[in-house]
């Protein structure tokens, strides 16, 4: 068993937000168990994106508790730490490679990998794959929905902080938006990508019942700037400005239904335990549906009907499965019962390991 005192994470990013917002949240929730982190990012702007504070023509800085370094094809990470991540699939160069091979012992080295539900993952989770040259094994780890994967990012109090987010508290984070919802609408935030079906979704919204769907800057043209408001029949699109993080928590627990996309808002929403519409990476070949169906038989265990059909056939349409038709109504008379079911979800989830406590003890035994 290996005294772990040192991490290093290397994030590079390949677009969005998904892969940094990962890595800075594994930084920090690695950070706070009082490991010496480092976060090695190959674009501090999209980091600072997310956290304004980032210095981006810093190489060198503290952030939340740990290091964030910058890196790049000329500036190759020097990982020195115990335990190496790189974050999905990122190719390591052969200059850092090279260094931690001569390191005696040399590092635990983890490729932590996508969220997938399905089932290939539990076989592939922590599979060694030796160098092919050097001195080194990398280890496969998955993310994932059940006790046999590496379960989702959590920070130790998320859940408490969650629970007591009342409604008091919520009132107030909301007005500190500029958004007030009256008494009998339903508040919704979308966040998804640019193929969604927007504006077809914006048109079932008017149909009622009342809606206040809050769009954060930079996710669609049809929405109005931050601050900005547009009626249209039952609907009420309302801009508002990019949230730090855990703002962005904030907002999926105040929200009656969450549209969330890729890989760490679709997890914050789960966490967030109220009914949620998750657009996948758009992949090739329509490889993200099969991931969609893969997740839908795990999340809809439990599920009855009519709830089950209605969410799972609006879940297809919005990750443009071309046999779906949407039923709107069908799918807001089903809300009640979707948020009973988040719940039972949230609590399934978070009898699994949390990912960053599920790495650290797998490195320790392995090291
Ligand atoms: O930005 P994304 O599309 O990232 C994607 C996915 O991770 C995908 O799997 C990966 O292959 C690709 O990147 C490269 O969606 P995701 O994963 O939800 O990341 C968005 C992050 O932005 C998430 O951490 C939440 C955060 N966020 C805010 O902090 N404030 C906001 O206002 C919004 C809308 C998002």
Redesign the pocket.
């Known amino acids: 068993m290996r005294n772990l005192r040192s991490i290093d994470i290397v994030c590079q ?10 890595c ?2 594994l930084a920090r929730v690695l950070a706070l168990d009082g490991l010496a982190v480092t976060l090695w990012v190959d674009d501090l702007a999209r980091l600072q ?2 956290r304004p504070s980032v210095d981006i023509l810093r190489d060198q800085q503290s952030l939340d508790g740990f290091t964030l370094r910058y890196w790049s094809a000329h500036v190759a990470p020097d990982p020195a730490a115990d335990l190496v991540i790189g974050a ?1 699939g990122c190719r390591l160069p052969e200059a850092s490679l090279q260094r931690m091979a001569t390191r005696k012992p040399a590092p635990v080295w983890i490729n932590l990998e ?2 997938s539900a399905e089932d290939w993952v539990e076989r592939s989770h922590r599979v060694p794959s030796p160098h092919p040259r050097l001195p080194l094994v990398e280890y496969f780890f998955f993310p994932g929905f059940t006790p046999q994967t590496g379960g989702l990012l959590r920070e130790p109090d998320l859940l408490s902080q969650r629970a007591s987010f009342d409604a008091s508290e919520r009132a107030l984070f909301l007005s500190n938006l500029g958004v007030s919802v009256p008494f009998n609408s339903l508040l919704v ?1 979308l ?1 998804c ?1 640019p193929s969604a079906p927007i504006e077809s979704l914006l048109n079932m919204m008017q149909s009622g019942p009342p809606i206040i769907c809050l769009i ?4 669609t043209p049809l929405a109005p700037g931050a601050g900005e408001k547009i009626t249209r029949g039952a609907l009420t699109l309302q801009g ?9 928590d904030r ?1 999926l627990w105040s929200c009656d239904l969450n549209f ?9 929403a789960q966490w967030a335990a109220q009914p949620m519409v998750w657009q ?2 758009p992949q090739h070949q329509q490889v993200h549906l099969h991931k969609l169906e893969a997740f839908m038989a795990r999340y809809c265990a439990g599920l009855d009907e009519p709830g089950h059909t209605a969410w799972c056939e609006f879940s297809r349409w919005w990750n443009a499965d071309p046999n779906c038709s949407p039923d709107w109504q069908a799918f807001m008379r089903a809300l009640p019962v979707l948020k009973l079911h988040a719940n039972r979800w949230q609590q399934r989830l978070a009898a699994n390991r949390a990912l960053g406590s599920a790495l650290v003890e797998f490195a320790r035994e392995i090291g």
């Open positions: 990013v390949l677009d969005n937000y998904g892969d940094v917002g990962v800075w949240r994106r997310l999905f996508y969220l935030s966040f990508y954060p800057e930079g996710v508002i400005p990019f949230l730090s993080p855990d703002d962005y907002l969330v996309r890729g890989e760490d808002s679709a997890s914050r996948l990476y």
